[in-house]
């Protein structure tokens, strides 16, 4: 089982990793916050999705539940995967207030590259 996924380097998930670093800078007790967070982006995407599907949607709870069990542990690994871009980039010194797009997509294609040889077998 791994811990991380592909960063496709879309501007979403640039967007994404931008919210973690504006919050992370604000907020100096990380580790409740980094949950907070996870919880906020992760009911972000269902609300997109229950919105996207309004009309095909009969029991909205239920549509919910389903959403949340189909796509948990593909989004934790995601969710992850942008908190080690983070550290990465915190290691490097950089200033996260200005990280670049092109910082961000080195560093995700790097991860990428080291994916299945290294990081999927962290834990293991």
Do not use: P
Request: net charge negative.
């Amino acid at each position: 089982m791994s811990l991380f996924c592909r960063i496709l380097k879309e501007r979403k998930d640039y967007n994404y990793f931008k919210f973690y670093c504006n919050i992370v800078e604000e907020e100096k007790s990380v580790s409740d916050r980094c949950q907070k967070l996870d919880y906020e982006i992760q009911g972000k995407e269902l609300l997109k999705h229950l919105e996207k599907n309004k009309d095909l949607i009969h029991d909205r709870a239920i549509e919910e539940i389903d959403w949340v069990c189909k796509n948990a542990k593909n989004f934790r690994m995601y969710l992850n995967t942008l908190k080690l871009v983070y550290v990465i980039l915190d290691c490097e010194n950089k200033d996260m207030k200005n990280v670049s797009w092109e910082e961000f997509c080195e560093v995700c294609e790097k991860i990428n590259q080291l994916k299945s040889s290294y990081l999927d077998n962290i834990f293991n």
